[in-house]
């Protein structure tokens, strides 16, 4: 079966602290990962893609397929990063989103 | 564009009564997904459609929830009867294309008492 863990439900950090959101997956095939992201009263939105490898507000993933694993990184936390974010993986040929259970950062002044 | 447009925001109802939540995608966009957030479970896909056909339902819970899409600006996921362990947020989402990013509606908040 898919899945997609995220130990994580609560991460503190203080601001300008380094921040890593964990994101293991267990697919059968090879799935395209996405991180999304819901800030406060906002709808969920997406924060990047791993075929993109890009960096999206100072955040960057990356895919360790060994590890089957794609941790959201960012060397300093913001204040407006606080939100909860999801790990997604999209299962490729029939083009589902799982999503975790998601993690929500706090990033503390 | 609006986005995608999902009523009612909030919905208060009683255990054993119909509810019926909505959504309009994206002009243009072919997927549809529906999904639903609980504290304990997180977003849990429920249902997506390709070009208003069901492709996959497994996600859907018992036989007292559906879903259709008469056509391509409109869907509605139906609970019947609704029970407390219901409650939760319900979320639909539209993308356009194989592959494409999915964009999500603020949500309905589902509260069964």
């Known amino acids: 079966a898919q899945r997609v863990t995220q130990p994580e439900k609560l991460l503190s950090v203080f601001k300008g602290a380094p921040v890593e959101l964990k994101c293991n997956y267990s697919?059968?095939?090879?799935?395209?990962l996405f991180w999304y992201v819901q800030y406060s009263r906002q709808r969920l939105q997406l924060l990047l893609r791993h075929i993109s490898r890009e960096s999206i507000k100072g955040f960057t993933a990356d895919l360790n397929k060994g590890e089957t694993s794609f941790h959201l990184k960012k060397p300093f936390a913001q204040e407006e990063d606080s939100a909860m974010y999801y790990c997604a993986p999209r299962e490729y040929n029939f083009n589902k989103f799982y999503f975790g259970s998601g993690t929500k950062l706090n990033v503390k002044p | 564009d609006a986005g995608v447009i999902q009523s009612p925001r909030h919905e208060v109802t009683e255990m054993g009564q119909e509810v019926t939540l909505r959504c309009k995608p994206i002009?243009?966009?072919?997927?549809l997904f529906w999904y639903r957030q609980t504290m304990m479970r997180g977003l849990e896909l429920l249902i997506y459609?390709?070009?208003?056909?069901?492709?996959?339902d497994s996600g859907m819970p018992e036989d007292r929830f559906s879903a259709k899409m008469p056509n391509a600006s409109f869907s509605t996921l139906k609970i019947q009867p609704s029970e407390p362990r219901d409650s939760a947020v319900y979320f639909c989402?539209?993308?356009?294309?194989?592959?494409?990013?999915?964009?999500f509606g603020q949500g309905t908040r589902l509260t069964v008492v």
């Open positions: 459609f390709n070009n208003n056909v069901p492709i996959d």
């Open positions: 002009s243009g966009h072919d997927y």
């Open positions: 989402a539209s993308s356009f294309n194989f592959g494409g990013e999915a964009f």
């Open positions: 697919y059968s095939g090879s799935p395209e």
